[in-house]
C-alpha cells in the first residue's frame, strides 16, 4: 500500500478566510486526487491533482475557489478559499499505486 | 455519466452471520472493482478488489463477486465480528477514467 500524510487533520476556520491541506505521498504514487466527503456521504472527487500544471477539475469544483498546487511527484496542497459554512465537510487526500487508490487520514474542516 | 449504485444503504446483521452488499454499475468498459471499509472518523481503506478478468476473490472472511454480464458486483463478509461495523463504499473504475464510488451501506454487526 501507499502511505499518504495529510495535514491539519482538522480545523475551525472563520467565514471568508481560506485554509491550505498538505498531501504527502510516498515515491510509488503516480496520480494524486482531491475528495470531499460531506458527513454520513460518498466520496466526491474535486480534481486530479497534475505534476507541475493546473489541477483537472470535476464539474462543480473551480479552481478560483479549490486552487490545487502538485510542485512535484510527491507533494500536493488544496486550499479552500474564501470559506463559507457550505465548505465544512472532510477533505481527502489520495494517491494511485496502479489502479489501486489509498487515502489520506484526511481534514475535518469546519466554518463558522 | 457514470453512476453505481449501492444497496442496501444500511444493513444490521447479528455475530457470526453473513453479510452480503451488493453494487451495480453502467459502464461496460470498467475494468476494475475496489471495495473500502471506512470506520468512524477514519480514512477509507482498501479491503479487496476485482478485475474484470475474474469473476470471484476471497481474502479470509471477504470475497468479492462480479458478473460483468449483469453489471453487478458484490462484497461478501462471512463470520461477521463487531469490528466489521463500518461503512462499506464500492467503486468502479475505467483505466483512464476516474474512480466512481458507489453511495455506501453502513454495517451494524450486533454482539
Known amino acids: 500500500s501507499a502511505v499518504i500524510s495529510q495535514k491539519p487533520s482538522r480545523d475551525i476556520c472563520q467565514r471568508g478566510t481560506s485554509l491550505t491541506i498538505q498531501c504527502q505521498v510516498d515515491?510509488?504514487?503516480?496520480?494524486m486526487f482531491w475528495y470531499r466527503q460531506q458527513p454520513g456521504q460518498s466520496l466526491t472527487l474535486i480534481a486530479t491533482?497534475?505534476?507541475?500544471?493546473?489541477?483537472?477539475?470535476e464539474s462543480g469544483f473551480v479552481i478560483d475557489k479549490f486552487p490545487i498546487s502538485r510542485p512535484n511527484l510527491t507533494f500536493s496542497t488544496l486550499t479552500v478559499s474564501n470559506m463559507s459554512p457550505e465548505d465544512s465537510s472532510i477533505y481527502l487526500c489520495?494517491?494511485?499505486?496502479?489502479?489501486?487508490?489509498?487515502f489520506g487520514s484526511g481534514t475535518q474542516l469546519s466554518v463558522l | 455519466g457514470e453512476n453505481v449504485e449501492q444497496h442496501p444503504s444500511t444493513l444490521s446483521v447479528q455475530e457470526g452471520d453473513s453479510a452480503v452488499i451488493k453494487c451495480t454499475y453502467s459502464?461496460?468498459?470498467?475494468?476494475?472493482f475496489p471495495w473500502y471499509k471506512q470506520e468512524l472518523g477514519k480514512r477509507p481503506q482498501l479491503i479487496i478488489d476485482?478485475?474484470?478478468?475474474?469473476g470471484e476473490k476471497k481474502d479470509q472472511r471477504i470475497a468479492v463477486t462480479l458478473n460483468k454480464t449483469a453489471k453487478h458486483f458484490s462484497l461478501h463478509i462471512t463470520e461477521t465480528q463487531p469490528e466489521d461495523s463500518a461503512v462499506y463504499f464500492c467503486?468502479?473504475?475505467?483505466?483512464?477514467?476516474?474512480?466512481?464510488f458507489g453511495p455506501g451501506t453502513r454495517l451494524s454487526v450486533l454482539p
Open positions: 489520495s494517491g494511485g499505486l496502479g489502479e489501486k487508490l489509498f
Open positions: 476485482i478485475r474484470s478478468n475474474v
Open positions: 459502464d461496460s468498459a470498467s475494468n476494475y
Open positions: 467503486a468502479e473504475y475505467n483505466y483512464g477514467q476516474n474512480f466512481v
Open positions: 515515491s510509488q504514487v503516480t496520480m
Open positions: 491533482a497534475n505534476q507541475g500544471s493546473e489541477a483537472t477539475y
